[in-house]
């Protein structure tokens, strides 16, 4: 999978860009606040239709303008496809694939593939519960994009419940009696099926992680990883358990929006007691074992988002996780010197909001 061509209008703070992608890596290059980061931005919503630096869709329409366009053709299986976003300040957004218009952010799903590593992956481990379960479930999507409709079916559930419990006020007359235990059930499905994804992947995930963590720091800690949800026994019936203290409160207690992925490093909780630079060498290997457990499932490597991350890390932990890249198609941004071991394809500086490619 990889990204032959990239444009860009409007987006971000550039009124029009183009880029000519290699088959390895593209080191975009240049100051901080040129928008090096935006290029990435671009290629990963075309991905999932979303920021992966969480940002509205208005922020990414550049400043002035009514409506950004960003368009890439793509490569997968020696098939060539078009991938067209339009994203409108007023309007609706429009995607298109090969011309014809998608529905369903979901139609999308699969078409391309990226993994992010981003300065931000710091809150994988630093991070509250919700970073965890987002990148779970996020991975789970790039596994096979079916699970999407999973974790749809549970966040709805889940909402329609609070709802419920946010308007009866405390007060269940017969009629909402009969609607929350129609939700009850409904969440208790969805979630469980949601629970049977998350925890299969975990038991995958966690010999990646303990490997690419000694691949990276280059040390014998022992790395675990563990699945914890936040009730015993089956779902609907923990929901019909806690509905009197759901009621009190207006909203559902127990659920997978209370799970935790934990995190430990040498027995005790990385979160805590793992200093930033171990913390740091974790996050990157929960996203090079994510990146390796769908290539391995999906049979072709996701193109690889790598934003800055040579910034924080040690000449030694930079040059190992060159190292620990896997092949394909990867897009690099820095302003910093590259580590002596980086080889690009091309090397592309960003210039008063141009594009221009340098010496390789």
Not at 23 to 32: A, K, T, Y
Not at 73 to 78: A, K, Q
Not at 291 to 314: K, M, N, Q
Not at 319 to 329: D, F, I, K
Request: net charge neutral; with cysteine; aromatic share 4%.
């Amino acid at each position: 999978m990889r990204v032959r061509e990239l444009w860009v209008t409007d987006f971000r703070s550039y009124d029009s860009a183009h880029l000519v992608c290699p088959e390895g890596l593209c080191v975009i290059r240049g100051p901080n606040g040129v928008g090096k980061t935006n290029l990435l931005e671009a290629v990963g919503y075309l991905a999932t239709l979303s920021s992966f630096r969480g940002a509205p869709g208005d922020a990414l329409i550049r400043v002035g303008a009514d409506a950004a366009v960003v368009r890439a053709e793509v490569e997968s299986d020696g098939r060539a496809q078009l991938i067209e976003a339009e994203l409108s300040r007023t309007g609706r957004n429009r995607v298109q694939v090969n011309r014809q218009r998608l529905r369903r952010t979901r139609d999308l799903l699969g078409t391309l593939r990226v993994s992010v590593f981003a300065p931000d992956d710091l809150e994988l481990v630093k991070g509250g519960p919700g970073v965890r379960r987002g990148m779970l479930d996020d991975l789970l999507v790039s596994l096979h994009p079916r699970n999407d409709g999973v974790r749809a079916e549970w966040e709805r559930a889940l909402r329609q419940r609070n709802a419920l419990l946010k308007q009866v006020g405390g007060r269940l007359d017969e009629s909402a009696e009969l609607t929350l235990g129609v939700w009850d059930d409904k969440a208790g499905a969805a979630g469980e099926e949601l629970l049977a994804l998350r925890t299969a992947l975990v038991d995958r995930l966690a010999p990646a992680v303990q490997t690419a963590y000694r691949d990276l720091a280059g040390a014998g800690e022992v790395v675990r990883l563990e699945y914890r949800r936040s009730w015993q026994g089956g779902l609907g019936e923990a929901l019909a358990a806690s509905r009197r203290d759901d009621l009190r409160r207006g909203v559902t207690t127990v659920g997978l929006h209370r799970d935790e992925l934990w995190v430990e490093l040498d027995g005790l909780p990385a979160r805590t007691h793992a200093s930033q630079g171990e913390q740091r060498c974790l996050a990157l290997s929960l996203r090079l074992a994510g990146h390796r457990e769908v290539a391995a499932d999906v049979g072709t490597p996701p193109v690889l988002l790598l934003d800055d991350v040579f910034s924080e890390l040690d000449p030694t932990r930079c040059e190992a996780l060159v190292a620990s890249l896997p092949a394909g198609q990867a897009f690099l941004s820095t302003a910093t010197a590259l580590p002596p071991s980086v080889s690009p394809q091309a090397v592309v500086e960003v210039r008063e909001g141009r594009l221009v490619e340098t010496a390789r």
